[in-house]
């Protein structure tokens, strides 16, 4: 499908999604309409293995296993290294599943067109409806949907959707498996809005006027034509109407038409990630005065250029990208992401600075672009990893040329209007890709959406792409700038720059190079990894070592540093000074936000250390890092923690990140020298270990702003709990995490504990995810008990349809029992 604008894709310049003003503001009418869209996440049956029975209507279900949507049966299982799945699965089952969902006839569904959609299935997933074949798709990241209509019966109606996830290797990473996204059923007028079937284009923006050009697709699907009306509303944050127009068109039966508009609204509110504004733009379709359909598309205005004169400009001002790739699961519950942990983790990334994310390596699911809109967050909106050559024996390239135009189509419809989607990516790291190969997909999608730049991880060699992508080979010393020397007129962006691990509380003096110290399984063949370091070492942009002699020595080779002082081919103080010193280079996006399940060294760890926040959503030190170079808000963090046991007297690097100009250091209340704040981004003072309270204190113009102390823990005595709500609505998926801590005995956290800690729920509350960031630690994240990681480890506790009391205990052998409750409160009360 081409795009109704024919825009010229001259300038980059990106007018999109807009729908604001404010110089008139009038009562705006109710959407109503025949249109209902519900969620039926809830009561599904569910059995794992393949039945191929199971599609009939009057197969007996009766002992399969009853759950809720979103589920992912994957994250259910247990670590073993002859899974199929093997290291890029993170040594998780995959397998076959079956789902049925029993549906029952609604008389108000008489006369109305029925769609059911899915948000995504991973992967190969076929529906039925009683036992009549409506579809199948292959690519388990993308969102679509299938008008069921003429399927129904009055009475029991069964949805049966077979998921095929058997093929061992499907994704370079942990996919997960199952129907791990929301599932919707729409009901709709014959005559409607088809799904995604709204365009909205923003142009001539400024921050007294902007032109919206609107084109929505209506659809009639009666036996005869009708004559319609399409008035268009813009909306803004308070419920008042700031632009109208109005069409009227008829459209023959079984067609669809497009009907397009242009309202001016004046005094737009602009979208940006430091204030998210956002509208709705409200389509309201009538036959005579009867409202038959009405779709509400929520969206902001904003306008983005990519330069190579100014980097990355958003309306119109210079902007960095900073950002994270991050894959799609989260730690204990896999890829079925509950809405609470997925904000939680991306208001994280805000904390930090971050305003930019890639979707790394596929879209999203559609609630993670709502909240980046909200939140506001950049996105790289990433449609595959590679293309029609397969990565791993069974990944979405034996499917490819089959499926890309109605998967890449789908995937830029669904995503087009939100505001926070401000570059598409077509691939990543493609291999045996052509020149010819990246014109079609760029041909493609500018054809669908014009407005948008496009990119491709580690596309930069081919001239179609708007930005040139660089992955890895980025980091090499002055390879992006010998790009631009050779390429002045491309602007450039760091698609996955830089590549460094970190281990929560691990820490090290030596510098490592993983090539040389931790070679991944792709270096270690041939001529071995030392032969490739050999190779490699005049390129990589090489730190001194804060000690000449190893100074903790005593760590799991598998566990990174937590100084700036692991990575593959570049620190990440060196990506920092590379996107403010480059005009052309629009910004990076680090390999990665969080650790991710999958694409592990090898058994038997479950992953490596790549994320700034690990598998349990804890920061590790480079978020502070990164938060002293994005944050504004003042803060002021300093590392190791102070609790070194046998090591009296030995010199250990003290680092402090701030984003003040200078930060002075104290040991038990002596002053241990001030200093500035360099290009270095980081303060190092040589201290000599003595227990008790290390405190440093940030200042700018002289004057205390804020500090930061850790102090010598002793043995461990207590388990702290901290919940980050007191409330949830007994809905079925309301989350709350409760945060365990080890403590001594005055409430010191102990760095080094690893206790095992057991936990009971008592009340209306489920126990659906336990999780300690230990990238080695094989226990299951559906038991009810977890060692303590480095101190620390996480409980995801889930409401039930009850309201009630729920009482979260922890216990452990030595340490006395600690409780923390939280009320579940009844959906109406809630309101």
Wanted: hydrophobic share 35%; net charge negative; aromatic share 10%.
């Amino acid at each position: 499908m081409i795009s109704p604008f024919t825009l010229r894709f001259a300038p980059l310049v990106l007018l999109v999604s807009c729908c604001l003003a404010t110089a008139w503001a009038q009562p705006v009418p109710q959407a109503g309409g025949p249109r209902i869209r519900r969620s039926i996440d809830f009561d599904w049956l569910f059995e794992l293995g393949d039945t191929a029975d199971a599609k009939q209507p009057k197969y007996d279900d009766s002992k399969w296993r009853e759950l809720n949507l979103p589920h992912d049966w994957s994250i259910e299982g247990t670590y073993d290294k002859d899974h199929p799945a093997g290291r890029s699965g993170g040594y998780l089952p995959t397998g076959v599943g079956w789902y049925r969902k029993h549906l029952t006839w609604d008389d108000s569904w008489a006369g109305q067109r029925v769609l059911l959609q899915f948000d995504g299935v991973y992967m190969n997933s076929d529906v039925w409806v009683n036992g009549q074949h409506v579809g199948r798709r292959p690519y388990g990241y993308v969102s679509f949907w299938y008008d069921i209509t003429d399927c129904l019966d009055s009475g029991d109606n069964i949805i049966a959707v077979r998921v095929d996830n058997s093929g061992g290797r499907t994704g370079r990473w942990y996919t997960g498996s199952g129907i791990y996204r929301h599932v919707w059923l729409t009901t709709v007028d014959p005559i409607h809005v088809p799904t995604w079937g709204t365009q909205i284009v923003a142009e001539q923006v400024s921050p007294e006027k902007a032109l919206l050009r609107v084109a929505t697709e209506v659809v009639n699907e009666n036996d005869e034509s009708r004559e319609i009306s399409l008035e268009t509303l813009v909306v803004d944050g308070q419920g008042s109407q700031v632009a109208t127009a109005l069409e009227r068109v008829e459209v023959e039966s079984g067609a669809e038409n497009t009907v397009t508009c242009e309202l001016n609204v004046n005094n737009p509110r602009l979208w940006t990630p430091e204030t998210p504004q956002l509208y709705t733009l409200r389509s309201i379709v009538r036959q005579g005065d009867e409202i038959v359909d009405a779709v509400d598309t929520r969206t902001g205005i904003r306008e983005v250029c990519a330069t190579v004169d100014r980097g990355f400009l958003l309306n119109g001002k210079e902007i960095e990208l900073q950002g994270v790739c991050m894959h799609h699961d989260a730690g204990p519950v896999g890829a079925a992401v509950p809405a609470d942990v997925l904000r939680r983790r991306l208001l994280l990334l805000k904390e930090m600075g971050a305003n930019a994310i890639r979707t790394s390596h596929n879209p999203f699911a559609p609630e993670f672009y709502e909240m980046a809109d909200e939140i506001g967050l950049m996105v790289m909106d990433e449609a595959f990893d590679g293309w029609r050559k397969p990565k791993v024996p069974a990944d979405y390239g034996l499917y490819f040329d089959d499926w890309w135009r109605r998967d890449l189509e789908d995937f830029v419809r669904r995503d087009r209007n939100h505001p926070s989607v401000v570059i598409w990516s077509i691939g990543n790291e493609v291999p045996g890709w052509t020149n010819d190969d990246q014109k079609q997909l760029v041909d493609f999608v500018h054809a669908l959406d014009p407005t948008r730049p496009i990119t491709q991880g580690r596309g930069y060699r081919g001239p179609h792409i708007d930005v040139a992508g660089f992955n890895g080979h980025g980091e090499y010393r002055g390879a992006i700038e010998r790009f631009h020397k050779n390429n002045p007129n491309r602007p450039i962006v760091g698609t996955e720059i830089t590549h460094s691990s970190q281990t929560r509380g691990v820490y090290r003096t030596k510098t490592s190079y993983r090539t040389r110290d931790n070679p991944a399984p792709w270096e270690q063949g041939g001529k071995g990894h030392l032969a490739k370091w050999r190779k490699l070492e005049p390129k990589v942009n090489k730190i001194p070592d804060l000690t000449e002699q190893e100074i903790f020595a005593d760590v799991h080779p598998r566990y990174h540093s937590s100084y700036d002082n692991a990575f593959v081919r570049m620190c990440v103080r060196d990506e920092l000074r590379m996107a403010k010193q480059l005009p052309y280079f629009i910004g990076t996006f680090r390999w990665t936000g969080f650790d991710y399940l999958g694409e592990s060294f090898g058994w038997p760890a479950r992953t490596d250390n790549f994320g700034v926040i690990d598998l349990a959503g804890f920061p590790k030190d480079h978020f502070y890092l990164y938060q002293s170079q994005w944050s504004s808000t003042p803060m002021v963090h300093l590392l190791p923690h102070w609790t070194h046991p046998g090591k009296e007297d030995v010199e250990i690097p003290v680092v402090v990140y701030t984003n003040q100009e200078s930060a002075e250091l104290f040991l038990n209340g002596q002053s241990l020298g001030e200093q500035p704040m360099t290009d270095e981004m980081q303060i190092v003072w040589m201290v000599p270990y003595k227990q008790g309270e290390l405190r440093v204190v940030a200042k700018s113009n002289g004057q205390p702003v804020t500090d930061k102390s850790v102090r010598t823990a002793g043995h461990a005595a207590d388990v702290y709990l901290e919940c980050d709500r007191e409330t949830m609505s007994a809905n079925q998926t309301d989350v709350a995490h409760v945060e365990v801590t080890v403590v001594d005995e005055s409430g010191e956290p102990v760095p080094a504990a690893d206790n095992l800690i057991g936990f009971s729920v008592q009340g209306p509350g489920q126990l659906i995810g336990v999780e300690n960031g230990d990238i080695l630690d094989l226990s299951s994240s559906k038991v009810n008990y977890r060692k303590a990681f480095m101190g620390k480890c996480l409980l995801l506790i889930q409401a039930t349809q009850d309201a009630g009391e729920v009482l979260v205990t922890a216990t452990s052998p030595g340490l006395r029992p600690q409780s923390v409750a939280i009320q579940s409160v009844s959906v109406n009360d809630a309101r």
